[in-house]
């Protein structure tokens, strides 16, 4: 027997269809009820100022998913239907991962003292499809989440891309491969992309008052204004903060790598990779310098690199 007797891709299909049969797949109930103490936590996050959520004990909407998000130490009885596909998709060797699409619905509050449960349907399975990134397959499932009563409190479908990381390899033809996260650019961004080819960090700056803000917008927080200039950043930094990154797999990059908020004495922070350096050896409050590296042809990133390097 070899291995085109058996097709992987079918047998990922035949799996998506006997999960997707098993229809709306009950959760347990949430760890916690619904509770003041994290709806507190959740808008000093989200930077919320509304308290009429702490006012009339309700969950904001978009807090459904949190009431039942299991921890890291997930118990047999959280296992969803999409587990079982997902994890095939893995041992395929489809493990890199995308999300691609969430759409929430909001049907009514949730109260405080409410204990939530989330119910899950597997929706499908699409591919293999030729992707960006590589080759891969959609996946689609739906969760309902219930308090009291048969009314459902949220939906929410979501999709994900499970796609087989490109092999790195020494052939010229990965070599002059475009990369594949390329960063958006448009009207508010084109003059940060214009200084990095020139080797410049950019920082918007309001035309009006002159206040620096980061990442680019069309409108000052300060005042409003719509008229923007910039000013070139001195390309110094410093480590706010940072998370070093060892899965899943992304498209062009090699695992672990640093992703760090660099906080620039113009005052104002910027995400980017620090590079030069084992992760290990970041720490916050490191000194760093802009340093652009060519991603391929024509994509080219700011990172940061140790200052004395
Ligand atoms: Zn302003």
């Known amino acids: 027997m070899t291995d085109l007797d058996m097709s992987p891709g079918d047998e990922l299909l035949e799996l998506a269809e006997k999960q997707a049969a098993l229809g709306e797949v009950r959760g347990g109930p949430a760890a916690d009820p619904v509770n003041i103490p994290m709806i507190r936590h959740w808008l000093d996050a989200m930077g919320d100022a509304n308290r009429s959520y702490l006012d009339k004990g309700v969950s904001p909407p978009a807090m459904a998913q949190v009431w039942t998000m299991p921890g890291v130490r997930r118990g047999v009885k959280d296992r969803s239907p999409v587990d079982d596909v997902l994890a095939a998709l893995d041992a395929a060797g489809y493990t890199g991962v995308v999300a691609t699409n969430c759409e929430q619905t909001y049907h009514r509050p949730a109260r405080v003292g409410e204990r939530l449960s989330a119910a899950t349907r597997f929706s499908g399975l699409i591919g293999p499809k030729r992707t960006a990134l590589g080759e891969g397959y959609f996946a689609t499932w739906n969760v309902t989440w219930y308090g009291e009563g048969d009314a459902p409190v949220a939906e929410m479908m979501f999709r994900v891309l499970k ?15 475009p990369y594949p996260l390329r960063p958006a650019q448009n009207r508010d961004t084109a003059f940060f992309w214009e200084g990095v080819r020139q080797g410049e960090l950019r920082i918007q700056s309001c035309a009006d008052c002159g206040r620096l803000r980061h990442p680019p917008g069309p409108v000052c927080p300060s005042c409003r204004s719509t008229s923007r200039s910039y000013v070139v950043a ?74 004395e390097s």
């Not at 796609?163 to 491969?177: E, Q, V, Y």
């Not at 113009?266 to 409050?285: F, H, K, L, Q, T």
């Open 163 to 177: 796609f087989r990381p490109r092999r790195k390899s020494g052939t010229p033809a990965a070599s002059t491969a």
């Open 234 to 307: 001195r390309g110094e930094g410093t480590v706010f903060s940072y998370v070093v990154h060892h899965h899943p797999p992304v498209p062009g990059r090699e695992t672990p790598f640093v992703v760090a908020v660099v906080e620039l004495p113009e005052g104002v922070r910027i995400v980017g990779n620090v590079v030069d350096c084992p992760p290990d050896a970041v720490g916050i409050g490191m000194e760093l310098r802009a340093t652009y590296r060519a991603m391929d042809d024509e994509v080219i990133l700011p990172m940061w690199a140790p200052r």
